[in-house]
């Protein structure tokens, strides 16, 4: 089962940032929290991943709390292209090569 | 980008048929991995590859399924009787190492009748 809690689904106005949070109150010192997103049943696509430190890439940002349990995706200037299924997701990077999905965030980007 | 190539996109067989589902994964990778996605339902593991062995395997992937690396561009998944449970989408996957992120393929939609 999925180590993450998520919302169901969540709104945001074209060209304002999206937050997603995620819930991971039992995550232990050396998981990694990842982001992928699903556009509309193609492949899940990387977003970004951290293990403490707040991290950024050309797509995202991502803040973990000081405590780890929890975090936040940042998409700084949504686009209707941005409408997607995100997943959260804490993984081992040294130990297991499987990925667990959850049922994610449903965002909806609106003109 | 690179990106992982699937084929078919779509494939339709009968119920007890044998299929072989096809993938290049990026060039560089050495991790290769096979998903899938009943619809509706959640991403589902089924297994990981690398060195020409399965790494981790899900109980999904029963004895019915196997997977190859017959050169050295293919990734093979290949389900030996179809059910009508095995209908979904399958996601064909690599990565250059297994703590990096995942490339996902764009999918071959499984229907058995």
């Known amino acids: 089962d999925a180590k993450t809690t998520q919302p169901t689904s969540m709104d945001c106005a074209e060209g304002r940032a999206a937050n997603l949070p995620c819930n991971h109150s039992t995550i232990s010192g050396n998981e990694y929290v990842y982001w992928y997103r699903q556009i509309h049943s193609q492949g899940p696509q990387y977003i970004i991943h951290?293990?403490?430190n707040n991290e950024t890439n050309e797509m995202a940002s991502l803040i973990i709390t000081e405590d780890r349990k929890s975090s936040t995706l940042i998409l700084p200037h949504a686009t209707l292209r941005d409408t997607a299924v995100y997943y959260c997701?804490?993984?081992?990077?040294?130990?297991?090569?499987?990925?667990?999905f959850g049922k994610g965030t449903k965002l909806s980007v609106i003109p | 980008e690179p990106e992982v190539t699937q084929t078919p996109s779509h494939q339709v067989t009968q119920m007890g048929q044998e299929v072989i589902l096809r993938c290049v994964p990026i060039s560089n990778h050495l991790y290769f991995y096979w998903y899938r996605q009943i619809l509706g339902q959640k991403v589902e593991f089924l297994v990981s590859?690398?060195?020409?062995?399965?790494?981790?395997k899900s109980e999904i992937f029963d004895d019915q399924f196997s997977v190859e690396r017959p050169d050295g561009s293919n990734f093979t998944l290949k389900i030996r009787s179809t059910k009508l449970e095995d209908s979904a989408m399958y996601f064909c996957?690599?990565?250059?190492?297994?703590?990096?992120?995942?490339?996902f393929g764009s999918g071959t939609q499984l229907s058995v009748l």
């Open positions: 997701i804490v993984e081992n990077g040294a130990g297991s090569y499987q990925l667990t």
């Open positions: 951290g293990l403490k």
């Open positions: 996957a690599s990565s250059v190492r297994r703590d990096e992120k995942l490339f």
């Open positions: 590859f690398y060195n020409n062995e399965i790494s981790e």
